[in-house]
C-alpha cells in the first residue's frame, strides 16, 4: 500500500537556470508492506519518489520505488521530509539512501538495492 507525503513544483526560476523552461513536479509517498501482518511480522516502510514534467504537448513521469527499507516508521517520514525539502528526484534516490545509511545509520536498511 501506499500513502501520499507530499508534493511540490520546483520553483521556476530554479528551472530557468537550468535551462528548462516547463513546469516540474515531484511527489513522495510511503509504502507499507502489510503482507506479514497476519504473520506476526513487523511492517516494512519503504519510499517512491515521482518526477512529472510537463513538457508542451507531452507529460514524461519519471518514477523510482525502493520497498521494504526499514520497520521504523519515523525514519521513514524523516527521509521523506528531507526527500522534499530538498526537492530530490527519482535518479539519485539510491544514491542519497545509501548516503543516509552511512551518516546517519538509518537502521536496517537493505543494502541490495544498488
Request: net charge positive; proline share 3%.
Amino acid at each position: 500500500m501506499k500513502t501520499f507525503y507530499g508534493g511540490i513544483f520546483i520553483e521556476k526560476q530554479k528551472l530557468e537556470a537550468e535551462g528548462i523552461f516547463h513546469p516540474i513536479k515531484l511527489e513522495y509517498y510511503k509504502s507499507i508492506r502489510e503482507d506479514g501482518i497476519m504473520k506476526g511480522e513487523n511492517n516494512r516502510f519503504g519510499i517512491s519518489v515521482v518526477k512529472t514534467e510537463y513538457l508542451p504537448g507531452n507529460t514524461k513521469v519519471e518514477r523510482k520505488e525502493l520497498n521494504n527499507l526499514t520497520n521504523d516508521e519515523n525514519k521513514i517520514e524523516e527521509v521523506l521530509r528531507l526527500f522534499k525539502e530538498n526537492e530530490v528526484t527519482p535518479i539519485s534516490v539510491e544514491d542519497i539512501i545509501c548516503d543516509l545509511c552511512r551518516k546517519r545509520r538509518i537502521s536496517r536498511i537493505i543494502n541490495n538495492h544498488k
